[in-house]
């Protein structure tokens, strides 16, 4: 039966996947269909869609997790083809049937190739099949505590433990000792049934120091299949990857065509259609293991599109309808180098902890030769605590690897973001520290260089204060009356009779605060729209200088400060509301209350686990006592800052 006639698109995702996939649609003259939660209703995606559908609900389980409502927008927008994109049902084979079963197309893989390798397990068994090098593991189906300790104490430890269908970091913990094992595994095994609707997992020995390389397959419906090179994936932070590159510093030719072919012949066993990766561990003598086959378009994808020129969801589109590959292997291009990294909103200071709330300020990197920004956020719109907290991707091109890498550089420098926490400061560093720049990769980089990829909070310095009081005067309202603005008690220059014209400022930024006298006479610090100029021994600096009603924002060694008016009294009120409590690090869902009141605890006891963007955070005793409060129960969401815990 020939495929239907491709009009219109639904895509089956949120966020800046849904807004990258739209663009390509848009431009290939196809109708988009957005789907939201009740949550999403105003959010980008939504907004940029030709038609848009209302699921309803507020988490992904309530909303874009249910396959029936999903068919149900395709057939009433008149969609012909769902994308899935990456996440959510992206890999779940029975949302791939029932598309079909509706008539309609799947922009992926036929279901068996997911049933194949979208489990983990059965995908290392048919690698072992193939005689691929396999790291050492348990794959089976028996999913109780006994069996993993003893598959662990086979294996060795440190061990990881992977949610078969899953992928993100969603579901996998690293267990030092098997005192760790039940606690690890009980989580693990929510996780992964809270993303991805199947808790089972499987086991591995955690290599030290490999390197994350990753091949990008492509497969039409004729037989063709070949790899788009590769990807470095290694710096990662809790298994979520952090940046992405292409091709793979220092990997030869011959390593290249090695695990390309690997993976393509990988994709054929399975008779394989559409975007997939394969990715491998490669370890310091060039030896390579197989991972896992990821059978959906990666989040990384952009870098390999920059080294090839290549539109990989126009392909998906193309191969869905039946047409093949436009290229053979010997064609495909590998232009230059490209490097990417996710832009999340959480808070690198305090554990990485998901940040939500209201994206007060927001300003991409300008557009240019080899930049480029995917992204599902605008200035103004919320960041919730339903999905995960990924804003979008900056990804540079350069002819080079440190060409790229500087333009990636000056790019981070660009941004600016208010409102709520980001890692936009934490990438910068990654992306100037000096093994980055001489391509020293491997998973273990943000663990060996965490004293300088995340410094301890430190006084802000009298040259910082000094800049801020000053854009913060010069950015003043030019008149502070409407009845009579040529006045002069209606400007805010500091003009006082007979005496030097003097402002004197009390600004609060970030819980330090401090009292500044300013002379309007100074002429070392002009603002000029939003550029803060700083001349000191013959040397002008620029800092960007952003205001917004009684908000400044200030970039200042690379970080964005917001600085307000300081309030002694909410000062005082914020200094006494968390005392004798534990309280919610962020937005969330209360899973598990592992306390009552009553109850004695040593220190580092589980006391409540929070659920917030798909994956959990544990509230821990921070000393030993007794639980003398709780305020809150499971099933129940709250808010940042709620209490949860009395300890005494």
Not at 99 to 128: C, R, V
Not at 161 to 177: C, F, H, I, Q, R
Not at 236 to 259: D, F, I, N, T, Y
Not at 425 to 436: K, M
């Amino acid at each position: 039966m020939s495929a239907p006639v491709l009009t219109t698109l639904l895509v089956a995702n949120r966020g800046e996947i849904a807004c990258r996939v739209m663009r390509t649609a848009k431009a290939l003259g196809l109708t988009t269909v957005a789907v939201h939660s009740a949550t999403d209703r105003d959010a980008r995606h939504s907004r940029e869609a030709d038609l848009r559908v209302d699921l309803g609900g507020s988490k992904a389980a309530d909303s874009y997790l249910q396959i029936d409502k999903l068919i149900a927008a395709a057939k009433a927008s008149g969609a012909q083809a769902i994308h899935p994109g990456y996440g959510f049902l992206s890999e779940n084979a029975g949302f791939a049937r029932a598309i079909e079963a509706a008539g309609l197309i799947f922009l992926g893989p036929p279901a068996s190739a997911i049933d194949a390798m979208g489990s983990k397990s059965a995908a290392k068994a048919l690698m072992e099949t193939a005689g691929v090098p396999l790291v050492p593991g348990y794959h089976g189906e028996a999913q109780d505590l006994e069996t993993f300790r003893v598959a662990a104490e086979r294996i060795g430890y440190p061990v990881l433990l992977k949610a078969t269908a899953g992928g993100g970091g969603k579901g996998m913990k690293v267990v030092e000792d098997v005192s760790q094992l039940a606690e690890a595994l009980a989580s693990a095994q929510r996780e992964a049934q809270s993303s991805f609707g199947d808790s089972r997992m499987l086991v591995e020995k955690y290599v030290l120091k490999p390197r994350h390389v990753e091949i990008q397959v492509f497969a039409d419906q004729h037989g063709n299949c070949l790899y788009l090179n590769e990807r470095d994936c290694s710096i990662q932070r809790r298994h979520q990857k952090v940046v992405e590159e292409a091709p793979a510093p220092g990997l030869s030719v011959e390593q290249r065509k090695a695990m390309g072919e690997a993976a393509v012949r990988a994709a054929q066993a399975i008779g394989y259609v559409g975007a997939g990766t394969v990715e491998f561990l490669l370890d310091s003598r060039g030896e390579f293991f197989f991972m896992e086959m990821n059978t959906r378009l990666q989040v990384e994808h952009p870098v390999t599109e920059a080294i090839t020129g290549l539109d990989l969801v126009a392909w998906q589109i193309r191969v869905a309808q039946g047409e093949a590959l436009p290229i053979t292997q010997d064609q495909v291009p590998l232009m230059g180098h490209a490097i990417e990294v996710r832009l999340y909103a959480e808070d690198p200071g305090n554990d990485f902890l998901p940040a939500t709330g209201h994206l007060a300020l927001y300003r991409e990197s300008a557009a240019g030769p080899g930049r480029r920004v995917d992204s599902g956020v605008e200035e103004g719109d919320s960041v919730s605590p339903f999905y995960d907290p990924m804003l979008g991707k900056l990804i540079a091109w350069g002819e080079n690897r440190e060409q790229a890498r500087l333009r990636l550089l000056a790019m981070l420098d660009e941004f600016a973001i208010g409102g709520l926490k980001t890692n936009l400061a934490f990438l910068r560093r990654i992306i100037a520290h000096p093994a980055f720049a001489a391509a020293e990769l491997d998973t273990g980089f943000i663990p060996r260089y965490q004293d300088q990829l995340l410094p301890p909070a430190s006084a802000l310095s009298d040259e910082f204060w000094q800049a801020a009081a000053q854009a913060f005067a010069q950015s003043q309202p030019e008149s502070s009356r409407t009845d009579d603005r040529h006045s002069p008690w209606a400007k805010a220059s500091g003009l006082r009779i007979g005496l030097p014209r003097e402002t004197v400022l009390h600004l609060d930024c970030e819980g330090q605060d401090r009292a500044l006298k300013l002379d309007a006479s100074n002429a070392t610090h002009a603002l000029h729209g939003e550029q803060l100029s700083i001349e000191h021994k013959g040397l002008r600096q620029q800092h960007r200088a952003i205001r917004q009603g009684d908000n400044l924002y200030l970039q200042w060694q690379g970080e964005m400060h917001r600085v307000t008016p300081y309030d002694p009294i909410a000062a005082v009120e914020a200094s006494h509301s968390h005392q004798g409590g534990l309280t919610a690090p962020m937005n969330g869902s209360i899973v598990r209350v592992l306390v009552q009141a009553g109850q004695s605890v040593e220190a580092g006891a589980q006391l409540v686990v929070l659920e917030a963007m798909k994956m959990e955070h544990s509230i821990r005793a921070p000393q030993a006592g007794v639980v003398k409060a709780l305020y809150c129960q499971e099933g129940e969401m709250v808010s940042e800052g709620s209490a949860l815990v009395e300890l005494e």
